[in-house]
């Protein structure tokens, strides 16, 4: 018997745990956010259910926050309602990187 005609043994999908639930639209909202070339680094940190995303941009560019909120709020939507995304856009030009909280760093250009 080949390999490809054994009969596969397959074991029942154990239960998601809420966090791994909401990896694959929280994976969705980093790649989108780390596509804005405005993005110079991205963060995270959390507490409890809610997590804090930081971007950093070069300057201050009122259009693009506007652009980068709207992206939270349609990430947002596709989120378990007990996860909760704050987004913190912070231009360098106007504050030190080490006055900031701190957070995991996951992308930077």
Avoid at 21 to 50: H, I, M, W, Y
Avoid at 72 to 77: A, D, G, N, R, Y
């Amino acid at each position: 018997m080949a390999v490809a005609d054994r009969p596969v043994a397959t074991m029942p999908a154990a239960p998601m745990s809420p966090v791994l639930e909401a990896l694959p639209a929280l994976l969705s909202f980093v790649t989108t956010l780390s596509q804005r070339p405005s993005v110079r680094k991205l963060g995270c940190s959390s507490s409890g259910s809610d997590v804090d995303f930081w971007v950093l941009t070069d300057h201050e560019d009122l259009g693009e926050t506007e652009a980068l909120f709207s992206v939270k709020h349609e990430h947002q939507k596709t989120l378990p309602g007990w996860l909760h995304l704050d987004l913190h856009v912070v231009p360098l030009s106007d504050v030190r990187e080490e006055n900031l909280p701190r957070f995991e760093l996951l992308y930077q250009r």
